[in-house]
């Protein structure tokens, strides 16, 4: 199990952790994906500043974190245009 998952579950089987993690963490939020929808981008900045933050989110996390925010980006669309069909 990764270190900072140990760290976030409490570290259950009590072995040392190292104290250098293995993935790069992220200390800003880079620019948003040129492709990403205008709900999509408020998003990444909403929820990115917030996971790195936390310490959680990695340079090997942004394409899955992008697909999330268009995905976030498409519902939003989607409920608009079920309100003004109504």
Not at 22 to 49: D, I, K, Q, V, Y
């Amino acid at each position: 199990m990764p270190a900072r998952l140990r760290l976030l579950k409490g570290n259950p089987s009590k072995r040392p952790i190292p104290k250098e993690m293995p993935a790069p963490l992220l200390s800003e939020m880079p620019a948003a994906p040129s492709f990403l929808l205008p709900e999509a981008t408020a998003e990444w900045h909403r929820t990115g500043t917030e996971l790195i933050q936390l310490g959680v989110l990695s340079t090997l996390d942004l394409p899955s974190f992008a697909a999330y925010c268009q995905a976030w980006g498409r519902l939003c669309q989607a409920e608009q245009m079920l309100q003004e069909t109504r």
